[in-house]
């Protein structure tokens, strides 16, 4: 049994954590932070967790977090983040980050899109948590980069493709679609109801902050550097993840022979569930999971290799992944505490 | 462990018997039966529940249940319910049935409102498994008529009143709203998302079949025949059910006593949470668990007490429940298979 | 041709009626204004108006906005609008306030609820614009106070059957329902779409200020002090307002007489619309229009009277209300500019 | 004044040209027809239409239909709109076509993605009603092809790109989403609420047909066969489609000549609004609008064209564009019917 700490717990990827972590077998959540809700019962922030979290909300303070927990989950924004971790990992902590502060290998790159980073010599030793890919150096990680939600159901489907050469990196586009949780707990125009609700749009069109995560892995992966083109949009729904993904195959690469690369690659791997040719992936099927639904289709026309996925945002897409990741670190099963059977809708 | 069927198990309380039973420690999920699919793999039917349920259904048909099975779950439309029960328990199952076909003492207000009934030996033996009321006879039930979602909903905060006489039960008005999945998984003009999207409406005005089953078990309760008035309503969400119920206090009841009366009435009942003062039942707090949240005001102006309740209809409306009496039934703990924690939303 | 202000234009019922005036062919739409977004292009705010509105907003200031307008109208938060009206009519403009400062008869009523009241020699001359009801005294008023959204859709199926005494209006108990927009344009944890989605719930329960409103017109018009139960509830939907009103008939009342009650009084009305035996109203079919649907039942076990009303809670219940009193104001045809064809969905 | 039939009254295409030839000026809707519903009153169907349709849906029958039509709309599937059209013309009626019928000139197209054409000879006569494009022969046109919902939203924004040979047409690829409607008032479980509702998902991938209908317009305007890769989503909301078009632009191609481009081709044309530099189009902005929203931006990292359109597949992508083309061939203004005042919200 270890101890837990989820610091920023009132996000929504921190209340993902902590409901994770509430029925997780070998975890007890020991301390859960908030700035803006310092002393408050947790249950009055999400009453749906009466009776399962009968804790307060205390300050973001490393010393107190330390005391309590073996493993901290920082569910922070970027920067903040960045000026905890030395601290954590000074106290012999292990750590599993969701911001984006510690999943660049690259700091130019981290740097041109965030800011100044602070903690260099740390971005080198810290494993990005794409659990299915990086799996091996997770196990004995102490500081893990959670993945974005963007990448992960980018790179799932992709990465064992360019792995294998069989799709040109160069000519992938990543069409993507979220869920409105995905802007988190924030209360502006975005997230109104009234505005969200009968709404379908994309934003940030070619400048979100996920390309270059993404081109990162790409281009570590494929030996040479890679653009993509990426445009996120935003669906009238509370959860869910879907990737229309464009990719132009290797010549000769046909439907077969992306199954055949795909299996092999996930075999064994509990959250990737490869669907059934001329089936493809819908979010409500993964609501509340931790799976990554992949399916695809070379287009007859045109040629091109259609790759989709679809994922929770708030679980394989933040809180399920850094789970899976202290689940790899702690020497857990990889699905415990993350295997529940799915709702049927 | 024991071996359960589910009758009927691709429609909505179907379905969710089938993941609540795929989770349960103490079941085994040996049968699933569907006329509409039978011969047909499940998880086709919920690709939700790819890699959970990897079983065909097959057709309802008693022998072959009866051969894998210790327990039955009906989640039949009525009368088809009434015309499979015989065989079931001559066969010695314990049987719970989502119809309403076994709900009912008064064998005329059964017929007035459903159809001649062609069991009536078992109306008298079945038990209303209302688990918080009934949970005594449960235990030794052979068949558990599960009651409707609405009476859930409607009974739980109020009968404790009706005992104690607190309230007048001949004033008693019940508005009731319910979402989609209510309807069922039949594809037509109102469970279509272009009509109900976007649409709040009342349904059934004046003669939804729930009425009599709540006014049986009301009239039981408070000793002398009792109508009351409700309206079902129809809200653009897939789950969940809220009860906003009207009744007239006797002299002198307030707040504080009505507290006093529920919080000593459902002490140790697991899945009744009471609310502080002032705060109400949301169903976003319910979705997917087995839970009933209560809160009560008396209106300062007219001195009349308001109940609300909040359910998921599919859960503690239904599949949720039918568990919970076979937990009962079998001496297993009442929250086995049902306590996962709650998505916070 | 007369020159419309609107102050308080972006806020959800100042944008409705920047959409009604702008078609409306009687009206030039010369003054919007705003605290927050003065000088700021209001296409640029809501752009599905870019090309119809090509005004910046200005400042809520009463000179500016005399100097530009025959009729102006308030969508501005209580206590705001009553600062500001009285300069207004010195000026000799007339006025139609959305806000509660200028609905109320009863002075103790209103101050209870909101704050003192600053212009009381105002609040007997100002007619409540219950079109409907007051429509006679509409034509001549000055000054408006443009009813609540629950109170029109309470009182408009309700009033002509108190006044004719065919139901006893100390038994109302009314059970609404409202659209997301009917909490405004401010972003909170209310109108997030994560907390309003899949969600329902009551609100205010026997504490809204809305009670006071709808009691003081149904003393008015019974000629007797009346309390009523008023609970008001968030649907997840954008816009739509739905009543369901109990009430205990007169003796020997029955659906037919409410019929005859019902068509002899909305005779002639454009905008009520009743429906046939048998049918409910239903939020979707008034949407985007001035309607207000009216159906009913007397519950053939309890014997109450269920009355059913729907309409868009930023038209009849806002805007749409307001340039109907402005019309019969200034002697347009009632329906001027509220006249478009309704969406079929 | 002419007189419209429309015949298929009761879809969804078909209730919206109910809706918007009642308010058109210089149109009396004369017949309505539907095989499921003939001798129904309208407004029992769509209630929203009580007091504006009070007209019973008569049989598709020509010679009924022709008595008392000018201009007859076809809102019928596939090849029972083939079968009608020769009597329609030889009766001397002008006919706007809503199938795929008349949308192709090249027959083995055609033939390849529906049935054999038996009115080849109209094929070539016919014309493909996208007014912003082919507006000119729309005029003398007795025979319109309205186009399919998304070819309108793909190709409004790179037909002039094309023309000009701004971008390449071989590297296009159109990512589209549509709302629930766009999939017809058939009931069945891909339009269920429950289904729908949280669910994102791709469906035809590689195989929607209108794919080539997209290709032979692309192909006419570039000189050259062209290929494109096209994939459907479908979003919960009821109306709106939102096309994110990636292509390459041909060499020094930027966001400013691509402004110039569409800003010269649109000049003049009401339907079409381009955003400012930085903004992108949302489905609600032209919700119940015939508008066409486009947008843009060059991909800084990989160089890629995104083109952003939104329309609402019911109106611009069906029955506005349908009537828009009535307008052109009658003479009339081409907005009349189509110009009302967009919804805030």
Redesign the interface.
Known sequence: MIRAAVVGATG?AG??L???L??HPDVSLSVITSRQYAGVAYDTI???????VQMDCIENEPVAICKDADVVFLALPHKVSMDMVPALLDAGKRVVDLSADFRFKNREAYEAHYQPHTCVHLMETAVYGLCEIYGEQVVSADLIGNPGCYPTSVLLPLLPLVKEKLVDPATV?A?C?S???GAG?G???T?????????????K???HRH?PEM?ENLSLCAGTPV???F?P?L??????M?S?V?VTPASGTDTTQVRQCLESFYRNKPFV?L?PDG???????????NFC?I?W??????G?L?L?S?IDNLVKGAAGQAVQNMNLMFGFDETVGLS??????
Chains 1, 2, 3, 4 share one sequence.
């Open positions: 929504y209340a993902e902590v409901r994770i509430s029925g999400y009453p749906a967790l009466s009776g399962f586009i069409d679609k869920g409105v949780s707990r209360a502006n125009q997230t109104h109801f009234c505005h969200a609700h009968e709404s379908f749009k994309a934003y069109v070619g400048g390309t081109e653009k993509i083109t445009v949009h669906v009238p729904m509370t959860r869910g879907e229309t464009y569930r669907l089936r493809f992936p819908d979010t409500l099927h993964v609501k509340g999971t639904d399916g289709q070379v287009d007859p026309g045109s091109r259609i989709l679809a529940g059977v799915p709702y049927p809708l």
